[in-house]
């Protein structure tokens, strides 16, 4: 989107009979009678500058599901310091101020990410080695969040022997959409999930400073998980 501001001499400006240079000549009468060609007058296009802000709007406000109201507080929450907060017990999850929905699968996959940054682990991609096993790492906090309720059995069978990259990808790629589909895509930058080093060796992790993360009630095993990498 563009904002233009159209600029003519003043001589011109308020003289009734003009008001843009027509394509053939035309020839105007001033209040003194003195006249010129309105053909030939010079007309600027200004660039005005302005805040854009769309790209950081979440997708219901851009489909028009939400009210004025809620459009602004939306745009004033994308100034709003960096601020993650996910809750075990209530096992939901916040971003700058704004309720992100994810399904059970997704929001472990990122309490996951999330609790890995918070303590400083390293980056890891599907076949990344550590004890206890990537696998084993996701279900604690899957089974922390939600228990064993939903698809839990079937993800606990899916990955009875450990990640695929199928897998993997698929809940990065669902975590990250829905991430922007809360926020927008200017406002979720910062909480996504961002790939590091080249194929096919490519690494994963949550780049967000650690001050910005809060975890609350966090169970025991969580708060004490540690990985070895071999």
Partial sequence: DRLSHVVVDVDYLFNEEFYYPPPKPLWVIRK????FDASKVTVYLADIP???????????LLQGNASFSDTIHAAQQRFAPLNLTLDYRQATLSCHGIPVKMSP???????WFTHRQLHQQPSIYWRSTETPSLAEQYQQHYLALHGKRGKYAQ?????ANGMTREWF???KSKTNKALRQALGDTTAQPYLLHNHGHRPHTTCCLNLEAQAIHLKHPPDNITSLSCMTS
Wanted: net charge negative; charged share 30%.
């Fill in 32 to 35: 003194d009678e003195s006249g």
């Fill in 50 to 60: 302005f805040v854009r802000l769309r790209a950081g709007l979440p997708t219901d």
């Fill in 105 to 111: 699968a997704e929001l472990s996959f990122y309490a």
């Fill in 169 to 171: 990808d698929e809940r």
């Fill in 155 to 159: 993800i606990a069978t899916l990955l």
